[in-house]
C-alpha cells in the first residue's frame, strides 16, 4: 500500500481567521446573484446579512476561536449564521433541526459551545427544500472556545449506531472545494445548482452551497422537494442546470408518468446509497439528461464520482484523493484523523481512514466499485451470506420500492412497496431468486422507512422493528 497523501497537497494558504470567507465565499460583484431562497439574494445582500449576523455575534461574547452551534433548518438564517461564524474565526458545529430535544441536549453536552443559534418558534412542514425562520443567539453556561483547529462540526448520519463528532479544518474545505473545481462536468460560472440535499449536510453544503459561492454558480433551494417543486425551481432559470441531491429524490422524479421537457436540466448528481438500475434508466429517458453520481463520506466530502454515468458501476477517484482496497475494505488517505473526541481509533491508522464500506479498484483502469457496507456481510450457519446481495434481491421484486436487511438472531428484512402492488407472495417470490440459508427469517412491510437526518434509511434494527410494530398496529 502506498504512502498517503501529504499535508501540503491538500490544504492551500490563507490570509488570517475567516478570511477565506470574504477572499472566496462573499467575493465577487455585488449586483450578482448568490442564491435564490424564495427570491433572488445578491451578493452585496448576503455580505451585509453576514455582517449584521457577525455583529450579533460578537455581541454575545463569540470571538475568534470561539465556538457557535447552529440548529436551523436550511434556510437564508442557517447560511448567514454559518458564514458568520466562520467569518468572526469561530468553530461552527452544524446540529440538524430534526433533533429532539434529548438528542439535542446530548449533542451540545459532547461539542459544548458557547452560543447557540436557533428558531424563535416552532419549524413545522415536510418536504421543504427551505425555511422562512426568525432566529435568536443563546448563550450557553459551561460553553468553552475551540479545543481543535476545525472550523467545521458535523454528526456523522447515525444509520448504523451511535453519531461521530466529526471535524473539518479550513484547509480540508477548501481541498475539497478545489476538487469539485477541477471535476470537468460539475457546475462552474454561468450556471445553476438546484440543490435537493440538505445545506447542513456535506453533500448540499460544500457540494452545493459553498461550491457555488465560491464558484459563481447560482445556488437554488427549491421551496417544495415534491416533483413540481423541483421541476418548478428547474423550470425558473434558462442557464444550464444540475440536480444535486440522494437517490430517493432520484426516484421521485423517475415515477413521474410525463416529465416536461426541460432542455437547461442538464444532469442529476447523487451522492448517498446506490441508484437502481432502473430508476436510473427512467430518469435519463423521461427527462433527456444525464445521472451522475458520487461517493463520498461526511469524514472527508467527495472521494470518487461518475458525473456522466458512463461508467458506471466505476467511480474515478476525486483529483487529489488516494484511495486503496484492502481486504476488500476502501481505505481513504487523509492527512489527520477527520474524529474529534473519543472514537475508535482503529478507524484512522497511519494516515489511513478505514471507510467500512466495501469496494474493488481496477488496478487497469483506477475506477473504485462501491460494493455496500462491509458490515453488510455475516454469517449464516458458518456460511457468508451479504445482505446487500438479499437487499437487490428484494429490490429486484415487482412492486418493492426500498429494502433493508440487518442481522440480529436471524435475516430480517424490511421492505416498502408501491401502491398498486400486493405484498403478499414476496417471501415466495424470493425463494425463487436467493438460496435457503439467504432467505430472511422475517419480511415486514412498513409503510415508510424511518430516515435519518440526511435521508438515508435507518439501519437500526430496534427502530426497524419498533416500526413494523407500529404498522402493525402492535
Avoid at 38 to 51: D, H, K, M, N, Q
Avoid at 108 to 118: G, N, S, Y
Wanted: net charge neutral; glycine share 12%.
Amino acid at each position: 500500500m502506498g504512502s498517503p497523501v501529504g499535508e501540503a497537497e491538500l490544504i492551500r494558504p490563507v490570509r488570517t481567521e475567516g478570511a477565506w470567507v470574504d477572499d472566496l465565499l462573499l467575493q465577487g460583484d455585488g449586483r450578482h446573484v448568490a442564491l435564490h431562497v424564495g427570491r433572488p439574494v445578491s451578493r452585496a445582500e448576503l455580505r451585509r446579512l453576514v455582517a449584521e449576523q457577525q455583529a450579533r455575534f460578537e455581541a454575545a461574547g463569540l470571538a475568534a476561536g470561539g465556538t457557535v452551534a447552529v440548529r436551523l433548518p436550511p434556510s437564508l438564517g442557517c447560511i448567514t449564521a454559518m458564514l458568520a461564524g466562520w467569518r468572526a474565526g469561530a468553530q461552527v458545529a452544524l446540529l440538524d433541526y430534526r433533533l429532539t430535544a434529548h438528542e439535542c441536549g446530548k449533542a451540545i453536552a459532547r461539542i459544548t459551545p458557547q452560543l447557540v443559534v436557533e428558531p424563535v418558534g416552532e419549524v413545522t412542514g415536510t418536504l421543504r427544500g427551505f425555511f422562512e425562520v426568525d432566529t435568536r443567539v443563546v448563550p450557553l453556561r459551561g460553553g468553552r472556545p475551540a479545543g481543535s483547529e476545525h472550523v467545521l462540526l458535523q454528526l456523522s448520519s447515525g444509520s448504523t449506531g451511535p453519531s461521530k463528532v466529526i471535524g473539518r479544518t479550513t484547509g480540508s474545505l477548501l481541498a475539497e472545494l478545489d476538487r469539485y473545481a477541477q471535476l470537468k462536468d460539475f457546475p462552474h460560472r454561468g450556471e445553476r445548482i438546484v440543490v435537493l440535499a440538505s445545506v447542513v449536510h456535506v453533500l448540499g453544503l460544500v457540494g452545493g452551497l459553498l461550491y457555488g459561492l465560491a464558484g459563481g454558480a447560482q445556488v437554488f433551494l427549491p421551496a417544495r422537494l415534491t416533483v413540481d417543486g423541483i421541476l418548478k425551481a428547474v423550470a425558473a432559470g434558462d442557464e444550464p442546470t444540475t440536480l444535486l441531491g440522494v437517490p430517493s429524490q432520484t426516484a421521485v422524479l423517475a415515477a413521474a408518468r410525463t416529465p416536461p421537457r426541460l432542455p437547461q436540466l442538464r444532469r442529476m448528481i447523487t451522492g448517498g446509497e446506490l441508484v437502481r438500475p432502473q430508476v436510473r434508466e427512467r430518469f435519463t429517458i423521461g427527462y433527456g439528461a444525464e445521472l451522475g453520481v458520487m461517493y463520498g463520506m461526511t469524514e472527508a466530502g467527495v472521494i470518487a464520482t461518475d458525473l456522466t454515468g458512463r461508467t458506471s458501476p466505476g467511480l474515478a477517484p476525486a483529483p487529489g484523493m488516494k484511495v486503496q482496497v484492502e481486504e476488500g475494505q476502501i481505505l481513504l488517505a487523509l492527512p489527520e484523523s477527520p474524529y474529534v473526541g473519543q472514537t475508535d481509533p482503529t478507524r484512522y491508522v497511519d494516515g489511513w481512514l478505514r471507510t467500512k464500506d466495501a469496494g474493488s479498484l481496477d488496478e487497469a483502469t483506477g475506477l473504485l466499485t462501491i460494493l455496500g457496507r462491509l458490515d453488510s456481510q455475516v454469517s449464516v450457519g458458518g456460511l457468508k451470506v451479504d445482505l446487500a446481495e438479499v437487499e437487490a434481491s428484494l429490490l429486484a421484486l415487482p412492486g418493492v420500492t426500498e429494502a433493508v436487511v440487518v442481522h440480529g438472531t436471524g435475516i430480517e428484512a424490511f421492505v416498502t412497496v408501491a401502491r398498486t402492488a400486493a405484498s403478499g407472495g414476496l417471501a415466495e417470490s424470493l425463494a425463487t431468486r436467493l438460496a435457503p440459508y439467504k432467505r430472511p427469517r422475517t419480511l415486514h412491510v412498513l409503510p415508510e422507512f424511518p430516515r435519518t437526518a440526511t435521508g438515508k434509511p435507518v439501519r437500526n434494527a430496534e427502530i426497524l422493528r419498533a416500526a413494523a410494530r407500529s404498522a402493525a398496529g402492535v
